[in-house]
């Protein structure tokens, strides 16, 4: 059984990796013929079972794919304004932009899906609560997020979310129809509302307050950028969410508190046995815990597994922890198919399956102190191995202090602080939550340290092949001490810890034009160096850039060029310099408020025309602005231009200039020619003069946009100028980034919604 389990999950992956959707009869075909063949061949029929299940499963993800994707919105609806009424489900989440709310459709045009997700830019979040009903005019675009190497998918979020279109709200064409909606969803999540603010209340300007009502919820806007460095650094992150940790020790205090209690009474016992009253109590807490945390991939696995282990124990029937794990695994994928596409949910079931593989066989056996001690030690090395390889490969990093950091936390956060706070969400006084907020304060000051000291193993994304001889490494690693061949697989990690990547040879260089909505940011790589020309705005370039830096090895840059000092080039810089070292700031002077804290200020360095410097032999030069100034006050006049040759062709980024400062450089006979041309000012119409595009001749011209933006760059005359001169347009916004390798040999491009396409990523 447990076999099958894992094929049918096995399908359930494939088809999650598939760059368009299979029809659904193959898969039903091959799951009927291999069960028909393993009625009648008993010799082959475990083999028979495994591929009937795998075809199953990729059937059964491709039909609730199929769904899924039908009830997104659909083209002819995008951006046209239309009238809705419905129900603000969930907590409204404050962000720089206004609030953003998931919104449960009731009435509509046809067409407009059952959940939206909205963006308001008129209102505080304050303004909005869950359980509303509101009539609104809104403006609705189809799920789409930005591509790039090591960044997080947003748009298998979305679809995973359920969430039919992304949006915003007319400023004026609202009404608010019901404040009090009676659905049990919007009385779950009023509750919730009211536990949050009744810890905000209780702990008025308490550093930690929106951690403990984390922990109580689930709900983690109210955690600081510098307070998830914090956790990221010292690899604690889990803690602070609600976990299968914090579940399971829910369920096992209820069900403690019951069965003690059940047992007091005699008359109770008679009717139902204090072990049944425990067990049901454990899985009602759990299951309470769960919703009320918004029932996250690791609370529905503690869930589950509990729920199964609860029958198996009231049925008096003896399951193994393995078949538990994989009954509550299986369950899992079968209710949410895109759960696989979670880091979450590979994270939790991998490495509780880690620790559980390294305690097989030690149960059940009467241990004194030092026993104890040992098995949570190993627990501790099972989890930490068991969730390397994972790390590495998502997010290409690993707190070498974690192991310290979570054998201080694990105890104090997971069993102590939260039941405190679980109680004190409930206390009159208040006095419960204090306590609770000193103790997970004085936790965080011990560990800070540890975060200061930044012990990280960082490095290039390994390929994904290499998941498979690591993961039978950690399985070999966790096996019972004197079990043979444990040194020797330590050989089976090194292609993940180092992994090999082709080594640029000289004369090469490669520019990687990044995705990041409507903004900026290329990265550009000679064999030795490295230079990143604007880091885009704060919310996508700040949110993807550090990441692809990571994925491309990029440690250190030895040149930040921040062409001029608008927000969508230079919003996300503060997160660059605060996630990679960074030799020197070349342009816009950034202001001290952007700088992060802690962290040494780089030397700066205007750029002005005349600047040439040689890396690798590849030439950098920079063509503007003819004075430097102070370039403050987003003055896209002053923009940097800098044009990158070697033996392989040449690469032109001129910012945000217009036709004027175009028209100096074509009128200065500097040599404006490149191969490939970053659209000036994302191709806006006040930029891409006839004449510039002449001089500069590309045969490839790129803009960087975002997705249905409201400025409608680029513009489609000049798109269409560009391609009458003989270029061809890539997009950011339909194409993803897109790698630029100059090697003597030809120019070669890579776009990465090509490279990393999914069935998702339908066009519109």
């Not at 706070?421 to 009159?428: N, Q, S, T």
């Not at 090194?494 to 900026?520: C, E, K, N, S």
């Not at 590849?618 to 003055?635: E, K, N, W, Y």
Request: hydrophobic residues 50%.
């Amino acid at each position: 059984m447990r076999l099958v389990i894992i094929a049918f999950v096995a399908g359930v992956v494939w088809l999650q990796f598939q760059a368009a959707l299979p029809p659904l009869w193959p898969g039903l075909l091959l799951a009927a013929v291999a069960a028909a063949w393993a009625w009648r061949q008993p010799r082959w029929r475990i083999g028979l079972c495994l591929l009937a299940a795998l075809g199953l499963g990729a059937s059964y993800a491709t039909w609730r794919a199929d769904i899924r994707l039908a009830q997104q919105l659909p083209s002819s609806l995008e951006l046209k304004p239309l009238q809705i009424e419905g129900v603000v489900a969930g907590l409204p989440q404050p962000s720089q932009y206004g609030p953003r709310l998931r919104f449960a459709v009731e009435q509509a045009p046809p067409g407009v899906p059952a959940l939206l997700l909205l963006n308001d830019y008129a209102r505080p979040a304050q303004d909005w609560h869950a359980g509303e009903r509101w009539r609104l005019t809104v403006r609705l675009k189809r799920p789409h997020g930005s591509l790039n190497p090591g960044s997080f998918d947003y748009q298998a979020w979305l679809l995973g979310e359920g969430i039919g279109a992304t949006g915003s709200i007319a400023k004026r064409s609202r009404s608010l129809l019901d404040a009090h909606d009676q659905g049990p969803g919007s009385l779950l999540h009023r509750s919730r509302a009211w536990l949050a603010q009744r810890i905000q209340q209780q702990l008025p300007e308490q550093p930690f307050a929106g951690v403990i009502v984390a922990l109580v919820i689930g709900e983690q806007s109210g955690i600081s950028q510098d307070q998830w460095r914090l956790f990221r650094q010292t690899g604690i992150t889990h803690l602070v969410s609600i976990s299968g940790l914090h579940v399971t020790l829910v369920a096992g205090l209820l069900g403690a508190a019951v069965g003690w209690l059940w047992r007091r009474s005699a008359r109770l016992t008679l009717q139902l046995p204090a072990r049944k009253a425990a067990l049901i109590a454990a899985v009602a807490g759990a299951l309470a815990y769960s919703v009320l945390a918004g029932f996250s991939v690791p609370t529905q696995r503690t869930l589950y597994m509990l729920v199964v282990a609860a029958i198996a124990l009231a049925s008096h029937r003896a399951l193994s922890i393995s078949t538990i794990w994989t009954l509550a695994l299986g369950t899992t994928v079968l209710l949410d198919p895109w759960a696989v596409l979670s880091a979450g949910f590979w994270l939790s079931y991998l490495t509780v399956g880690a620790m559980l593989w390294a305690l097989s066989g030690r149960h059940g056996h009467s241990q004194g102190w030092r026993q104890r001690l040992l098995q949570w030690g190993t627990v501790q090395w099972a989890a930490t191995l068991g969730s390397l390889p994972l790390l590495l490969l998502l997010f290409q990093q690993l707190p070498l202090a974690s192991p310290l950091a979570n054998a201080i936390a694990i105890p104090l956060i997971s069993s102590v602080v939260t039941p405190l706070a679980l109680l004190g969400a409930l206390d009159p006084t208040g006095l419960l939550l204090q306590l609770a907020h000193w103790l997970l304060t004085q936790t965080l000051w011990l560990i800070s340290p540890l975060a200061e000291s930044r012990l990280q193993w960082t490095q290039a994304a390994p390929a994904g092949w290499l998941i498979l001889p690591a993961a039978l490494a950690t399985a070999l690693l966790l096996l019972p001490r004197g079990a043979p061949g444990k040194p020797a697989c330590c050989a089976l990690l090194l292609p993940l810890l180092l992994p090999l990547h082709q080594a640029m040879p000289q004369g090469h260089f490669r520019a990687t034009v990044y995705d990041v909505g409507q903004g900026l940011a290329v990265l550009v790589e000679t064999p030795r160096h490295a230079l990143l020309f604007d880091t885009g705005p704060e919310g996508g370039g700040g949110r993807t850039v550090p990441s692809a830096l990571r994925a491309s090895g990029i440690k250190t840059l030895d040149a930040l060029v921040l062409s001029h000092n608008d927000g969508d080039h230079t919003g996300g810089a503060a997160l660059v310099l605060q996630e990679v070292g960074v030799n020197r700031i070349v342009g816009t002077a950034l202001a001290a408020n952007k700088l992060p804290a802690g962290r040494p200020i780089p030397p700066h360095l205007p750029c002005r025309a005349g600047q040439q410097w040689v890396w690798d032999g590849i030439r950098f030069a920079m063509l503007h602005p003819q004075t430097a100034g102070s370039m403050v006050g987003g003055d896209n006049a002053s923009s940097c231009v800098l044009r990158i040759s070697g033996p392989g062709g040449s690469l032109l980024l001129p910012g945000d200039i217009g036709m004027k400062e175009e028209a100096l450089l074509v009128g200065q006979a500097q040599d404006l020619t490149a191969d490939v041309l970053v659209i000036p000012h994302h191709g806006s119409d006040t930029a891409s003069s006839p004449a510039f595009i002449d001089a500069v001749s590309p045969r490839l011209a790129i803009a960087t946009a975002g997705y249905r933006n409201h400025f409608r760059h680029p513009r489609p005359a000049v798109v269409a100028r560009y391609q009458a001169a003989g270029a061809k347009v890539l997009r950011s916004d339909v194409d993803g980034a897109v790698r630029l390798d100059f090697a003597p040999n030809g120019l070669a491009v890579s776009r990465w919604r090509e490279i990393k396409r999914r069935y998702w990523h339908r066009p519109g």
